[in-house]
């Protein structure tokens, strides 16, 4: 990110990790396997930081709907059960993801794969490593590792296959 020039939408990234310490709170509130949703709270905390320092910030078309979300889900978290708010923010998350399947669709050479392999990985490991099948225990690696398997499965199309 540092070298590469991209543009990183500022308010996606604020939202994002709006969802991700959420489910990071209720799932150590819960007592559940938190270490891989607070480790994404962290690497998007830094990812902010990063992209606020190198100034290659932008709005996006998709941060209001995505707004909207994170307050749906802070909604979900006051009124409801922690699990309802672990759920709700895991279809967030993996619904604010959908812009970035939708750009490595028409542009598959963007993806940085390794990247996105490593994060396949560590949702792998994270659904393996859970204690129980509770839903604090897998929803948030399981949504994850789909959205990978999603995101990498576009990346590799051939370039013939592309739309314009």
Excluded at 75 to 88: E, F, H, K, M
Excluded at 134 to 139: D, E
Aim: net charge positive.
């Amino acid at each position: 990110m540092l070298g590469s020039g991209a543009v990183q939408p500022l308010s996606s990234t604020l939202l994002w990790l709006s969802l991700n310490a959420m489910n990071a709170f209720v799932t150590f509130s819960q007592g559940g396997n938190h270490l891989l949703v607070t480790g994404y709270t962290l690497g998007t905390a830094v990812t902010l930081i990063t992209t606020l320092y190198k100034g290659s910030y932008a709005f996006a078309k998709s941060d209001l709907p995505v707004a909207g979300l994170v307050v749906i889900c802070f909604a979900i978290w006051q009124l409801s059960s922690g699990d309802a708010a672990i759920i709700a923010a895991s279809t967030a998350a993996f619904i604010a993801g959908l812009p970035l399947i939708r750009l490595y669709w028409h542009n598959p050479e963007l993806c940085d794969k390794l990247t996105w392999f490593l994060f396949l990985t560590a949702n792998l490991c994270g659904l393996f490593g859970a204690k129980s099948f509770a839903i604090n225990q897998w929803v948030f690696p399981a949504s994850a590792l789909l959205y990978a398997i999603l995101l990498l499965s576009v990346s590799f199309r051939k370039k013939s296959e592309r739309t314009v």
